[in-house]
């Protein structure tokens, strides 16, 4: 961090502060105060008698993603590949993503059915897809396989066995992973459980099921997106001035004036961000990481921190509103100091804008029931480990992508893993603007435990089918702390309960200053692919804020 960056507090970050915590207070009562004191039939009333119809907020219509569900037996592929797509009007510009689109279509597998999807490598450089969520095992993972090579395809048949979730996948070549997810190579997938399907939520998508995939980004003059991390924001993770939603800006979704679900998924590098409608008004939580919750929860304002999702239910009877977030203003902390860190938005700014429409269709009713989650038990723990998410002196890096030591440290590496001769090996890509810190300053390193991830070393052995308890604790700034293969449960965080948010099933948590997590393993890694655990700040993970644990 320079000291010019360190010096530059906004003089807004506390009052930005102070709004957050003065929403995270809300919620809380209103939590407390029951639901019928601030959703009675009385403001519904109100609302009804005088709507607000404000004007419809000027912007880009929302694009849907084509939703695909890959039938029983059925095969699908999906091509990484470039596509010509305007940010900004007229200024068409050469990114990423699958079947000749930026992003990628939402692919849905329904429980217990045997799905193939193809993934074909249609790039110039090396790629593979992870499904983040998906419980199956390393083998299936997809991050810690070799990558494609261009021109290469790979198939993998999957059986979903979990509850309907909202999970997603992206590419993870380690070392450009930050690059890849930011031109594009991202997309919703989305577990669908039959048992599931009779909840009573409304779920017509594009319609009243809109899944809203948030990133942000910073342009350059022919309307390019930019991505060239200096060692500053490799340190604190990439913030961009603009907000996308499903790849446009100014995102405007047409709802219907009922209940509206949403699937929030924050592919962000780094940013969180902090949801609230710009009324203020209640909405409810229904779904984290993994899946529903018990019941659905009101809140009047959502943490989604990068690599998260969430499924929320907007109520459009009571008028239009606009999705709004407050600034990433972050803390850092070292030593004994902590200091405030002012975002490149300074103020709050609206992520999505709604134009309610009448269709004539009654309402869901909400239901109060969705799920039963069995109880988080820390007694059925058989062992804790503990997981310090620090940087590291950058001397004490003993990977960093982009170098040709790297690299053929990469192949060595693949070949004692058992990949040589698979046809498909490729080193890590090359590029110095995205992999590595642009501005020539020494490459920041970060890591878990000290050290920094490095590939063919196995950090932990983890019992097949058991149950561990594992500490995070953040030194420096809060990270979104994922681990592969799981779902897991928060026991606590920052000594008191798991935030709403926090309180289902997860596979990424933001870890502020420390958080105890219950998980279960019950899918097999060996030694040749096992499942990494990482921050999903992507520049981190890049630099080393990785580990790796096998499951036998
Ligand atoms: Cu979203 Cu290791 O991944
Ligand atoms: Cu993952
Ligand atoms: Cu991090």
């Avoid at 998508?205 to 990133?215: H, R, Y």
């Avoid at 008028?319 to 300074?346: F, K, Q, W, Y």
């Avoid at 604790?473 to 798991?498: K, N």
Wanted: some cysteine; aromatic content about 6%; hydrophobic content about 40%.
């Amino acid at each position: 961090m320079t000291l010019s960056r360190r010096s530059l507090l906004l003089g807004s970050a506390a009052a930005l502060f102070a709004l957050v915590e003065s929403a995270e207070a809300r919620s809380k009562r209103r939590r407390s105060g029951g639901r019928k004191a601030s959703r009675g039939k009385a403001s519904r009333a109100a609302a009804a008698s005088a709507p607000q119809t404000p004007p419809p907020p000027n912007g880009t219509a929302l694009p849907i993603p084509e939703l695909i569900t890959v039938a029983a037996d059925g095969e699908t592929t999906i091509a990484a590949g470039f596509a010509d797509h305007a940010f900004i009007k007229d200024k068409p510009a050469r990114v990423a993503g699958y079947n000749g689109r930026h992003l990628g279509p939402a692919l849905r597998l329904v429980r217990g059915q045997s799905a193939t999807i193809r993934i074909e490598n249609k790039l110039d450089r090396p790629t593979n897809v992870h499904w983040h969520g998906l419980s199956v095992d390393a083998k299936l993972d997809g991050a810690m396989q070799p990558p494609l090579a261009p021109g290469a395809s790979a198939t993998y048949k999957i059986t979903a066995d979990q509850s309907s979730a909202t999970l997603w996948y992206h590419a993870h070549v380690h070392g450009s992973v930050g690059r890849d997810v930011h031109d594009g190579l991202a997309g919703f997938l989305i577990v669908e459980d039959p048992d599931e399907i009779g909840l009573g939520l409304p779920s017509t998508w594009g319609v009243d099921d809109i899944p809203l995939l948030i990133q942000d980004k910073d342009f350059d003059a022919a309307g390019a997106p930019v991505y060239a991390p200096d060692a500053d924001a490799i340190e604190h993770g990439f913030r961009g001035r603009t907000v996308l939603v499903n790849g446009v800006r100014e995102a405007v979704a047409r709802v219907p004036q009922r209940p509206v679900r949403f699937r929030l998924l924050n592919a962000s590098s780094a940013r969180t961000y902090r949801l609230y409608c710009e009324d203020e008004r209640g909405f409810d939580l229904i779904a984290t990481d993994g899946g529903y919750l018990p019941g659905p929860v009101e809140i009047t304002m959502l943490v989604l921190a990068p690599g998260e999702r969430a499924e929320i239910l907007i109520d459009f009877s009571l008028g239009s509103t606009n999705l709004m977030s407050t600034p990433d203003v972050h803390e850092h902390r070292m030593g004994a100091t902590a200091m405030s860190l002012p975002d490149v938005i300074d103020k709050p700014f609206r992520v999505c804008g709604f134009d309610p429409f009448s269709d004539n269709r009654p309402g869901t009713k909400r239901p109060d029931r969705l799920v039963v989650l069995p109880p988080a038990d820390p007694k059925t723990a058989v062992r804790r480990r503990r997981f310090e998410l620090k940087s590291l002196a950058a001397t004490a890096m003993p990977y960093a992508a982009g170098d040709h030591a790297a690299m053929d440290h990469t192949t060595m590496d693949h070949a004692a893993m058992g990949h040589a001769g698979h046809g498909q090996t490729t080193a890590q890509p090359t590029s110095r603007t995205t992999s590595g810190a642009s501005d020539g300053a020494p490459r920041p390193a970060l890591g878990i435990n000290g050290k920094a991830f490095a590939m063919g070393r196995i950090d932990e052995e983890v019992g097949l089918g058991t149950t561990e308890i594992w500490e995070i604790v953040s030194a420096e700034m809060a990270h979104p702390f994922h681990v592969h293969g799981v779902q897991f449960r928060v026991l606590g965080e920052d000594g008191g309960p798991p935030k709403t948010w926090n309180s289902g099933l997860k596979d990424t948590v933001l870890v502020e200053n420390s958080a105890e997590l219950l998980i279960t393993f019950p899918h097999r890694a060996d030694r040749s692919a096992p499942f990494v655990y990482h921050c999903h700040v992507l520049e981190h993970e890049d630099a080393g804020m990785m580990g790796t644990f096998t499951v036998s």
